[in-house]
C-alpha cells in the first residue's frame, strides 16, 4: 500500500467518526429538549424580560445603574431597584421628566390644576402716611397794623368752627377808615334830595370806596352794617374763621404788636385729607387716577379706609426709584390723623387671562418654570412667562395652553426628585427654582425618602 492509499484511508476513518459523533449529539440533544419541564423556557424568557425591564441605580442620584444588586460606587450606599424606563439617563426621555406612580403622587400630595381663562385682580401693597389737604387749609395774617387785644384761641390744636371769632384787633388806621366811611355816608344822605345827579353820584363813589376798603381789611358784611346803623366808630375789630377745623398755627398772643403781613393763625380742616404713598416702576402702569384705596392702621384694627387717587407724581424719587401718588380720604370723624402711618392696597382690575394657581410657578430668580403633566403620572418642566400676579393666580401671557394640567401643590418637590434622579444635574439649563412659602417644609424631601418613611413606619406598627 503506497503512502497516498495510507492518507486517503486515514481521512475516511476519521470522516466516518465524525458523523456519528454528529448523529449521536442530535439524538441527545432532542432527547434532552422533550425530557425538560414544558415552563423551561418560559421562566428563562421571563427572568431575561424582568431583569432588561429593572435595573439597580444609586439612592443619591449619580447616573450609575447596574443588572445585578450590589453597592454605590459613588455613595457606598445599597443600589435599589427601579424601573429602566423611570431612570432618564437610561430610558432616553428628556432629563428634566419625573415619572410617579399613583400611590407616589398620593404619598407625596402631588396636586394637579387645569390651566384656564380667569378674570385676575391685582393688588399694590405700599405703606403711606396722612397729610394736611392743601386746599382745606386757612392761613389768617394781619391786613393792617395794630394790637392784638383780645384772643378767643389760646393754643394750638384747639378745634373751630367757621364763622367762630379768633381774636379783637385795635388799630389806628382801622379806626380812621371807619370815621371815613361814616361821614361818607352822611354826606350821600345829605346830596340824595337838594344836590345834582352829579354830587350824589361823587358821594355815592365816596361811599363805595370806603366800604371796599374795609371789605379789603377783612371787615365783614354784618360789621360794616352794624357801623351804618349804629354810626358809631368800634375801637376794636373781631376776626372770624374763615374755615372750620383745627388750628395748627398760633403765632400771637394777647396785647402783641403786629404789622401788615404778620401771621395769626394757621387753621386745617381734616374733614378731608390726603395720603401719599410709593409705588415702584412695574407698578406704575396698574395705577391710575380715580382707582380705590383702602388703608387700615394700628390706631383702629379691623377698620378699613376708603379712597380715591387724586394725584400720580409726574417723576420718580431719583434715589428709591418710586413713584409718588396721592390719595383723598373723607374724615369726618377725624380719625385719620396727618403723619399717621397707614397700610394702603390698590386693587387693580383685568381683563379674562390664561393663569395658573400661584403655587404652580416656581420661580429661579430669572426665570419662572411650572410642571405640565404630559400624560398620567409623568411630569415635565416648563418656562413661563408671567403677567399679572394676584394672591392665588399668576397670568401666564406665555409657555402653556388652556386645558393643559400643571402641578399646583409639591411643585418644588418633583423639581427635587427631578435634581437627584440625575446627580443634580436635571436642571442644567435653569437655575434652581425658589421654594414657596408653603412648599418651604419640602425643600429636603425626595419620593424615596417618603417611602422610605412610610416603610418605617409600618414596620414599627
Not at 411650572?370 to 392665588?392: L, M, N, Y
Amino acid at each position: 500500500m503506497t503512502e497516498t492509499q495510507f492518507e486517503n484511508q486515514k481521512r475516511k476513518r476519521w470522516g466516518t467518526l465524525a458523523f456519528y459523533l454528529l448523529i449521536i449529539g442530535l439524538v441527545l440533544a432532542i432527547g434532552w429538549f422533550f425530557l425538560l419541564p414544558k415552563d423551561w423556557f418560559a421562566s428563562k424568557k421571563s427572568a431575561s424580560a424582568e431583569a432588561s425591564e429593572y435595573v439597580y441605580v444609586c439612592p443619591m442620584g449619580y447616573p450609575e445603574a447596574s443588572e445585578t444588586p450590589g453597592v454605590s460606587k459613588f455613595c457606598g450606599m445599597e443600589l435599589i431597584k427601579k424601573k429602566r424606563s423611570e431612570v432618564p439617563f437610561l430610558s432616553g426621555k428628556g432629563i428634566n421628566e419625573v415619572r410617579l406612580s399613583p400611590s407616589e403622587m398620593i404619598l407625596a400630595n402631588v396636586g394637579v390644576s387645569t390651566v384656564e381663562y380667569k378674570s385676575l385682580e391685582r393688588e399694590i401693597n405700599t405703606v403711606g402716611k396722612i397729610d394736611y389737604n392743601e386746599t382745606r387749609q386757612a392761613h389768617i395774617a394781619a391786613r393792617f397794623s395794630g394790637r392784638v387785644e383780645k384772643l378767643h384761641v389760646n393754643f394750638t390744636g384747639e378745634k373751630v368752627k367757621k364763622g367762630e371769632p379768633l381774636l379783637e384787633i385795635y388799630s389806628p388806621d382801622l379806626v380812621t377808615t371807619q370815621q371815613e366811611y361814616i361821614l361818607a355816608l352822611e354826606n350821600f344822605e345829605k346830596t340824595k334830595s337838594s344836590s345834582s345827579t352829579d354830587q350824589i353820584a361823587l358821594t355815592q363813589s365816596l361811599v363805595e370806596s370806603t366800604k371796599n376798603k374795609l371789605l379789603l381789611w377783612g371787615i365783614t358784611e354784618e360789621q360794616i352794617l352794624n357801623i351804618e346803623t349804629s354810626k358809631k366808630v368800634q375801637t376794636t375789630m373781631t376776626i372770624f374763621a374763615p374755615i372750620g377745623g383745627i388750628i395748627t398755627k398760633k403765632e400771637i398772643v394777647e396785647g402783641q404788636y403786629v404789622s401788615e403781613g404778620q401771621d395769626f393763625f394757621q387753621i386745617d380742616d381734616l374733614a378731608v385729607v390726603w395720603m401719599y404713598a410709593d409705588i415702584y416702576e412695574y407698578e406704575i402702569s396698574f395705577v391710575k387716577l380715580g382707582q380705590k384705596v383702602e388703608v387700615t392702621t394700628q390706631a383702629y384694627p379691623g377698620e378699613v379706609f376708603f379712597g380715591k387717587i387724586n394725584f400720580i407724581a409726574p417723576t420718580l424719587n431719583p434715589l428709591t426709584r418710586t413713584l409718588s401718588i396721592r390719595a383723598e380720604f373723607h374724615n369726618s370723624a377725624e380719625k385719620l390723623k396727618p403723619e399717621m402711618y397707614v397700610n394702603a392696597k390698590i386693587k387693580v382690575a383685568s381683563g379674562k387671562s390664561l393663569v395658573v394657581p400661584a403655587t404652580a410657578v416656581l420661580s429661579t430668580g430669572k426665570k419662572e418654570i411650572v410642571w405640565v403633566q404630559v400624560e398620567a403620572g409623568v411630569f415635565q418642566p416648563r418656562e413661563v412667562k408671567t403677567g399679572i400676579k394676584s394672591a392665588d393666580y399668576h397670568s401666564i401671557l406665555e409657555g402653556l395652553k388652556e386645558g393643559e394640567k400643571v402641578v399646583s401643590k409639591a411643585g418644588f418637590l418633583l423639581d427635587s426628585e427631578s435634581q437627584l434622579m440625575l446627580g443634580g444635574a436635571a436642571m442644567s439649563e435653569m437655575e434652581t427654582p425658589i421654594a414657596s412659602e408653603e412648599e418651604m417644609n419640602m425643600e429636603d424631601l425626595t419620593i424615596e425618602s417618603l417611602e422610605k418613611d412610610k416603610k418605617q413606619e409600618e414596620h414599627q406598627h
